[in-house]
């Protein structure tokens, strides 16, 4: 808009910004421009931008003040909520009846996944086929609602692995090193594969996260879930009772 500004770019590994800020002794933002890539072909992007600013202006304490509607309810932390969440997931409920959600890879070849894990090794995912279940869950370290279901997800795999049952918590675009001290911190013994440019995840149509995905020996995706369950634990555990039948499931 005519105006003489610096352009400053600041990147994280999830959003970049772009701010444009008046040149002179006046460094007002001009404009800021947010970008956040959610999948390899959705691009979110807002743009806030600045006219007719006013250095006299003197805005009153209560132009930025707030009062909560009386039936707000103050959380501290979100963290706090989610241990409490977790703790109720873990008490199983023998009444589950397993369902199936309606998804494109129900019952469909499940697509091949070659990735570094974090001990140095590799998930080599045909290597599994006409021998064990395998689970697949989408997360990363950010993600609360990942954080929550990780422990249940190895809970009840490590109970089903006499029986054939393989486990994989496949990181989104992360630093291994980063990886590492979250598993460290967390005191969590699982195997984590590295999708480090999110082709995996975009093979297996990952648009929000946790996505977990159960694959029976034949490779064959018979269950996918995204999000947290509160009822996770007792229904993946009904979950892979069915899917080591073998048998064709429905969607419902």
């Avoid at 444009?20 to 806030?48: C, L, N, Y």
Wanted: glycine share 6%.
């Amino acid at each position: 808009d005519g105006v003489q500004t610096n352009h400053l770019r600041l990147e994280s590994h999830r959003v970049s910004y772009d701010v444009w800020v008046d040149a002179g002794d006046k460094p007002w933002v001009r404009k800021v421009q947010a970008e956040s890539t959610k999948h390899k072909d959705q691009t979110q992007r807002i743009i806030v931008t600045h006219y007719e600013m006013n250095g006299s202006a003197k805005p009153s304490a209560a132009t930025f003040s707030f009062k909560a509607p009386a039936s707000a309810k103050e959380i501290p932390s979100f963290f706090g909520q989610a241990k409490e969440a977790t703790k109720e997931a873990a008490a199983p409920d023998q009444s589950v009846k397993v369902s199936h959600s309606a998804n494109p890879l129900l019952n469909k070849p499940a697509p091949e996944l070659s990735l570094d894990t974090v001990g140095g090794g590799k998930l080599d995912l045909s290597s599994y086929k006409d021998k064990n279940v395998v689970v697949l869950d989408f997360w990363a370290t950010w993600c609360p609602p990942c954080r929550m279901s990780l422990p249940i997800l190895s809970e009840v795999t490590k109970a089903y692995e006499d029986k054939g049952v393989k486990f994989f918590a496949i990181d989104l675009k992360e630093d291994t090193s980063k990886v590492k001290e979250f598993l460290k911190n967390q005191n969590l013994d699982i195997n984590v594969a590295l999708d480090k440019d999110g082709q995996a995840a975009g093979k297996y149509g990952v648009q929000s996260i946790p996505q977990s995905v159960i694959i029976g020996k034949d490779g064959t995706v018979r269950v996918v879930h995204v999000g947290f369950n509160s009822n996770l634990k007792a229904r993946l555990a009904a979950e892979l009772d069915e899917a080591l039948t073998g048998k064709e499931v429905v969607a419902q």
